[in-house]
């Protein structure tokens, strides 16, 4: 390593700087770049190298290891800040990612069962915030798209026995993006609001329309309708989504107040999830859903 009396001289330095950093989790190559930027403050060498230095916070305990696999790969660390918490080290994968979908009904209490994936999203950076509402919408368009199955993301890590899906959504400027922050944890996740509408969009990352009807039930009393419809018309999909929502607010018996909100003129019939063999159909909401539901 090579003057580790150098390095315990900066200790506390080092300490007080990582306590104050806005990260508590890092992939090798962030945790590098941070420390290359910063260890001359700490009057270390610049020939000094970063592998040495987290080599030795890593002895003092201060950083601990956690070893995530991907398919047909080595696998990666990722540096946990005192911490080994399985969220804030999640989250330490991607810069300014935030945990959407099934992981942030977790996080909300909407959901009884222990995850055992965790959807992590970052957003994609194009100076146009939406737009996606720009396209031109049919009804072949739409039946064509909800008669195959959700599309997927491909990039899955593992930690231990449980999946990772890294996803990648439109820019939305971080729309009712809210921090968890304390000792052990650090880590950003959607909004009671967001999430609710995230669900619906994305069902099977949700667990099903089952589990998402469950959510809305159980955020009743919590939930603000109004913010919930603001929301939908920042996130502007091209998809009229609002006719999915109604149609869970009524069937988890939210007050007619609520209901009209998202009662649009609508041109177009929509479903509820994709690929469904057996549908029944709303006429309210001109919605089609999964038998039995």
Known sequence: MGRPNKLKEALEDIIQYF???????????????????????????YN????????????QELFLETRLTQEHSHGFIVYGWRTKDEFTIVSGIKKDAYFMYYSALFLHGLTQQLPKTYYLNSEHYSQQR????????????????????????????LLESKRIILTNTKNTDRLGVMQNHNDSQLFYYTDLE???????????????????LEAYKLAKGKINTQKLYDYLQK??????YAQSIGFYLEKAG???????????????QFYLTYNMR????????????????
């Open 278 to 293: 057996n549908k029944e159909y709303s006429n309210r909401w001109k919605l089609f859903f999964p038998r039995g539901f």
């Open 194 to 212: 967001r999430t609710l509408i995230d669900c619906v969009v994305r069902p099977a990352y949700a667990g099903g329309v089952f589990e998402i």
């Open 130 to 157: 939406s737009g996606s509402s720009q396209n031109k919408l049919t009804q072949e368009g739409i039946d064509a798209s909800f008669s195959k199955d959700q599309r997927k993301s491909e990039l899955v890590y």
């Open 254 to 268: 939210y007050p007619e107040s609520d209901l009209k909100l998202f009662e649009l003129k609508s041109e177009f």
């Open 48 to 59: 000094r190298r970063a592998k040495d230095i987290i080599a030795f916070l890593v002895k």
């Open 235 to 240: 996130l502007d999909y091209t998809y009229p």
């Open 19 to 45: 306590q104050g950093y806005p990260l508590k989790a890092f992939t090798y190559k962030r945790l590098q770049t941070v420390i290359d930027n910063v260890k001359s403050s700490w009057d270390i060498p």
